[in-house]
């Protein structure tokens, strides 16, 4: 069975502080993403990867920055983080190129305060 | 530009009437179109998906879709709702970018009542 897990469930952050928001998945797919999911906005894609050490800006990358060391981990970090990045956070993944399904993750649910 | 338009953000129906959940997308030719749910505290799943095959798009747990060209649109329905059913739903379209890069709209809320 296809797997995509996310390090938390909740978190709960400092304006300021530095996050981490890890994604691993089991299905050696080739590409990850993150999105943002906001009420009345759907999910919005901040930063994709389509291989190790490669990443590409998505439609809201500001105030965000990735690394994907390993095929199996996309993390992203919120280098300081700020009250209006408060969101539930999602990771998916999907191998090879052209379209097929992306898996996803069951989501973190972050509240910067 | 490529868009997705979700008409409606809550749909409420009785447990055992008919589903329909209306998108319409805009884009400057024939794209790639997707349904997934999203179940509470769960993470997003593929319904169903359009890829200029067949126009009526059977998916799981009886919902179907059709791809009507000339009203730009991509409904999804299912003639009898099940409490299972209530969820968040997403009409999503693939962009051609040479990418997987997918377009979300802004969710339908299906509500039902026993």
């Known amino acids: 069975d296809v797997k995509v897990t996310q390090s938390s469930r909740y978190l709960v952050k400092r304006t300021g502080e530095k996050v981490f928001l890890e994604c691993v998945q089991d299905?050696?797919?080739?590409?990850m993403f993150w999105y943002r999911q906001d009420p009345g906005l759907g999910l919005r894609l901040i930063y994709f990867?389509?291989?190790?050490?490669?990443?590409e800006k998505g439609d809201i990358p500001e105030g965000y920055s990735v690394s994907r060391e390993k095929k199996e981990r996309f993390s992203l970090i919120l280098e300081s983080a700020s009250t209006n990045q408060t969101s539930m956070y999602l990771c998916?993944?999907?191998?090879?190129?052209?379209?097929?399904?992306?898996?996803f993750g069951p989501g973190t649910r972050l509240t910067v305060t | 530009a490529q868009s997705v338009t979700q008409l409606d953000s809550h749909v409420s129906v009785s447990e055992g009437t008919p589903v329909l959940l209306r998108c319409n997308y805009s884009?400057?030719?024939?794209?790639?179109l997707f349904w997934y749910v999203q179940h509470p505290n769960k993470g997003l799943q593929l319904l169903l998906k359009y890829t200029s095959a067949a126009t009526l798009v059977k998916g799981i747990n009886g919902f179907e879709a059709e791809f009507k060209k000339s009203e730009t649109s991509f409904h999804l329905t299912k003639p009898s709702a099940h409490m299972s059913d209530a969820a968040e739903y997403f009409c999503v379209a693939l962009m051609n970018t040479g990418f997987q890069k997918l377009v979300f709209g802004t969710g339908t809320r299906l509500l039902v009542s026993p």
């Open positions: 998916a993944s999907s191998r090879g190129t052209g379209y097929s399904e992306q898996y």
């Open positions: 299905m050696d797919h080739e590409n």
């Open positions: 990867s389509y291989d190790v050490k490669m990443k």
């Open positions: 884009s400057s030719y024939s794209p790639s």
